[in-house]
């Protein structure tokens, strides 16, 4: 049997790539640092993260008669339905509400008290800090002491209109957000 010079090379070419790819791991995600967020929303010292996850879902509002205006209507937030996932994309729970609650794959929830939000642009929803009543059944979210939302991507009320002429009308709108859970060390 005869082998081909450039058949062999190119085999053997074809294998080293393939060997290469084999060989290369991806590398874990880097973790989360507050460092960089408005101080209202961190975390006090003693505590470290537990578990970092994404909050990818929507948000309903309904239109309403304002409170404070008269013959006013806004969007008002009803609440949120999203899936939370593993920085690595595999769900690990999910954020609805009323009141907001925090539910894990292994049956642990929680629910919370806001302590603090800011600003994180026109169109995103605003960074947030709560602080985690005890959670109810055991598992990952229990011992958690505090979230924090961050990385908010959309989720701010519509842009459509909203008058009499559609009160109690509902709307969703898509968002994305970091919920970063701590334990007190």
């Not at 609805?96 to 600003?119: H, I, K």
């Not at 842009?159 to 009308?169: F, H, I, K, Y």
Request: proline share 7%.
């Amino acid at each position: 049997m005869t082998f081909s010079p450039t058949l062999s090379a190119a085999a053997a070419a074809s294998a080293l790539t393939l060997l290469a790819g084999c060989s290369t791991t991806a590398s874990p995600p880097a973790m989360f640092n507050q460092s960089s967020l408005p101080e209202a929303v961190r975390v006090p010292a003693g505590h470290r993260i537990a578990m970092e996850t994404v909050g990818v879902g929507e948000i309903t509002y309904e239109c309403r008669a304002s409170k404070d205006s008269a013959g006013q209507f806004e969007w008002v937030f009803v609440g949120p339905e999203a899936r939370l996932l593993s920085r690595t994309g595999q769900p690990v729970g999910r954020y609805f509400g009323p009141p907001a609650t925090w539910e894990s794959n292994d049956g642990s929830r929680l629910t919370a008290t806001q302590l603090a939000v800011a600003p994180s642009g026109s169109a995103n929803l605003p960074l947030q800090l709560v602080r985690a009543n005890p959670a109810m059944g055991m598992g990952a979210l229990q011992g958690i002491s505090h979230i924090q939302r961050v990385a908010t991507v959309g989720g701010v009320a519509p842009a459509a209109a909203c008058g009499e002429a559609n009160q109690s009308a509902r709307q969703t709108v898509k968002y994305q957000a970091d919920y970063i859970f701590w334990k007190a060390v």
